[in-house]
């Protein structure tokens, strides 16, 4: 691009000025005349149609008309009054209604001029309106920029409304610079991209996604957007991938030793999935090949990720290495402490745990042991990546649940050693697979797709708040059979707002309905201190406590083969994926579980969909699409409020196949010109360092 022109401060644009100006930098992140383009609208409503009056139906959305008024008249009570009048034309009447700022509409529009107006229609009582629409003369509408075009509209923010910038103040700060910069920008696809693929160019696709002329150029340009961005996130991915495999390691585990071969035939008692036996024998050849592993492990919820990861460990021992397990919560890294000291306990190694509890004496003998290198293997929480915490000779890290962690604590794991470190990161939260294209085309990706022999299908049901009868019932049988059972409750104290069952209360009902001695029943929240947390889950894991009510605290790493019972109460305030990961907790032992969603008598749709896709499926990656259809990428990732990815202009459930297609191209590109240094491709290149400057730089393709 030309990035003299674009470079220039939105100041110079008429009617900005520097107020404005700081405003939209605030409220929008735009500086630029770049900034400014870049803002895409997020829908086009068509202005090249005037409606008649009389065709008007409650099927419509954004309409436009004209014609006249006929009358106005004032109703309601003083302190909601609101202004109605008939505005009509040829073929009939539309009542247009002020419930506001109405003072100065029956001085301005006069009976016997035309108008045009423009808005979104509601409908009372079957009968369609128009509630504070955009009203133009004549001489208006015909100086609009987009008069008889699509009209952009642009996303704003309160703050900025109440300072006159709508979306049709930033419509004409784009025109302004469109008109600015007109014919003059620089491109940034190869040519033979946009030939192949029938693409405008910049120059053009700008021009035609702000101010489009037709729906056929305003596709193309929408496109020609949404595939450069996907291509360039792809390529990035795929580039730093090739040179990633490039570029050798000092850390090479050669040989699968004594620790290796006596855990996998003396340990396991028993057999290894097909997926488990290929996921390791993947991560095998990652270790041994040269180059750091930088490798994804997906698995659905019971499918054995902890024993690969455990065979990971032991391989980085045999070779002299040290490894570490990370993990998002203390319960979840006490889970997998317990598991693997289990496993491991005639491996004749040193296995501690280390999270913020862990404090004083303890704490600097743990510190000390790593640093000498006589402990083997250290699981612990967010306390790892601490500066006091050193390594003798890390050699791999496991990270778990690792959408958990933010970008910036992940790779501070990477300076614990100054060699190339292998990472495993790990995830039971199913990932969709064009999210897992745009979020982790850098990673190589293993999936565990298999459950071990002898598990069965959890059978899911549904009761409603007064059916929860039923629910008890099946719990008392599968207790009176030997088994334990979860109650989960979305809140710890009671909230009138959200109009929950508190945990409190809840655990009270429990205790009354199975009463001490016969049984006994423990409680778990967040709020309780971290021995509280283990003795209560030491007494559930042994078979001493029948019922657990809990928090969501227990959402992931609780492993009871015995728990066959898991209730949700209030499952409509639960996310789809946290349902899957609740359900998960049970199903894990050979006997037939249960998971019983217990939710309102008024559901929404919302709700409805997600209740209705756990009843249906215990299949991870259906349940994960079904999640991003729902939510979105930016809620499944957790990124909606934290910004660590953002997508500008693609949305995943409707731009698949341009992902997938700019995927492909991506890997042809990275294959045959990982340093992008043909000709063609110098505007990639140098669009890459613009983009990516933290994550990408030029000594990355150089």
């Known amino acids: 691009m030309s990035n003299q022109i674009l470079n220039t401060k939105i100041n110079f644009i008429k009617g900005i000025g520097s107020a404005k100006a700081e405003l939209l930098k605030k409220e929008l992140s735009i500086v630029t005349y770049e900034n400014l383009l870049k803002y895409l609208p997020f829908r086009h409503v068509d202005r090249r149609v005037i409606s008649p009056i009389g065709s008007l139906s409650t099927q419509d959305s954004y309409v436009q008309i004209s014609g006249f008024f006929k009358f106005f008249d004032i109703t309601g009570k003083a302190n909601k009054q ?5 505005f009509y034309d040829q073929t009939g009447s539309i009542k247009i209604i002020w419930f506001q700022n109405f003072s100065w509409v029956t001085k301005k529009f006069q009976s016997t001029n035309r108008y045009f107006i423009f808005g979104r229609l509601g409908v009372f009582k079957d009968e369609i309106y ?4 955009e009203i133009l003369t004549s ?6 920029p987009f008069s008889g075009k699509f009209q952009p ?37 190869p040519d033979y991209l946009l030939k192949s693929l029938r693409l405008p160019g910049i120059n053009e696709a700008y021009e035609n996604v702000h101010m489009p002329t037709d729906e056929r150029i305003l596709d193309r340009s929408l496109k020609r957007f949404r595939f450069e961005e996907a291509l360039l ?15 050798p390691t000092s850390i090479v585990f050669r040989k699968v030793g004594k620790y290796f071969n006596s855990f996998y035939h003396n340990a396991l ?65 006490q889970q997998h402490f317990n598991t693997i000291s289990k496993w491991v306990s005639d491996l004749n190694l040193k296995i501690e745990i280390l999270t913020g509890n862990i404090k004083g004496k303890k704490r600097k003998e743990i510190l000390k042991s790593l640093e000498d290198g006589s402990i083997n293997i250290i699981i612990g929480t967010h306390a790892l990546i601490e500066s006091s915490v050193i390594f003798h000779n890390l050699g791999l890290a496991i990270i778990d649940e690792q959408h958990r962690f933010g970008v910036m604590q992940r790779a501070q794991l990477s300076t614990k050693n100054t060699e190339q470190l292998h990472t495993l990161v790990m995830t039971a939260t199913p990932i969709p697979r064009t999210l897992a294209l745009t979020i982790y085309g850098e990673l190589d990706v293993s999936i565990l797709n298999e459950l071990p022999p002898g598990r069965k299908e959890v059978v899911t049901k549904f009761y409603y708040n007064n059916q929860r009868i039923h629910a008890l019932n099946l719990m008392r ?16 104290k009671e909230s009138e707002k959200l109009d929950l069952i508190a945990l409190e209360i809840g655990y009270e009902a429990v205790v009354r309905d199975f009463p001490m001695p016969k049984y006994e029943t423990g409680i778990m929240h967040g709020k309780m201190t971290q021995e509280e947390k283990d003795f209560v889950m030491d007494r559930f894991s042994r078979g001493i406590t029948d019922i657990l009510v809990s928090t969501t605290v227990i959402e992931v790493g609780v492993d009871v083969p015995n728990a066959s019972v898991m209730i949700i109460e209030n499952a409509e305030r639960f996310g789809l994926s946290q349902l899957h990961q609740l359900r998960g907790r049970v199903g894990r032992g050979k006997s037939q579980s249960y998971c019983v969603l217990i939710g309102s008598e008024k559901l929404t749709q919302d709700a409805k969909d997600r209740l209705r896709t756990m009843l249906e499926t215990t299949d991870g990656f259906k349940i994960a699409e079904a999640d991003l259809n729902i939510r979105g990428e930016g809620d499944i990732l957790g990124t909606r409020q934290s910004g660590d990815y953002i997508f500008e202009n693609l949305v995943l459930t409707r731009d ?47």
Do not use: W
Request: aromatic share 6%.
């Open 153 to 189: 509209i642009y996303q704003t923010t309160e703050k900025l409304k109440k300072n006159y910038i709508d979306s049709k103040k930033i419509s004409q700060y784009i025109s302004s610079a469109l008109d600015a910069v007109k014919g003059q920008l620089t491109e940034t696809l």
């Open 139 to 144: 001489e208006e509408y015909d100086k609009l």
């Open 269 to 333: 008692n028993f057999e290894l999935t097909n997926a488990q036996k290929r996921v390791t024998k993947e991560i095998r050849a990652d270790l041994g090949s040269g180059y750091r592993m930088n490798r994804l492990l997906q698995g659905d919820v019971g499918s054995g990720k902890t024993v690969v990861a455990m065979m990971a460990a032991l391989i980085a021992i045999d070779n002299g290495y040290q490894t570490c397990i990370m993990a998002p919560t203390e319960i979840l890294a």
């Open 233 to 247: 996130m792809q390529l990035r991915a795929k580039i730093n991938l090739i040179h990633r495999k490039k570029t």
């Open 477 to 492: 049988k599968q207790i009176e059979m030997g088994h334990q059972a979860y109650i989960v409750y979305p809140l710890i």
């Open 130 to 133: 128009l509630a504070h629409p």
């Open 82 to 86: 609101r202004l109605e009048a008939i």
């Open 656 to 702: 698949e196949a341009i992902i997938t297609h700019a995927t492909k191209i991506a890997q042809e590109i990275a294959e045959n010109d990982p340093n992008l240094s043909k000709p063609e491709h110098l505007c990639l290149k140098k669009l890459l360092i613009s983009k990516y400057k933290k994550g990408f730089s030029l000594s990355e393709i150089a």
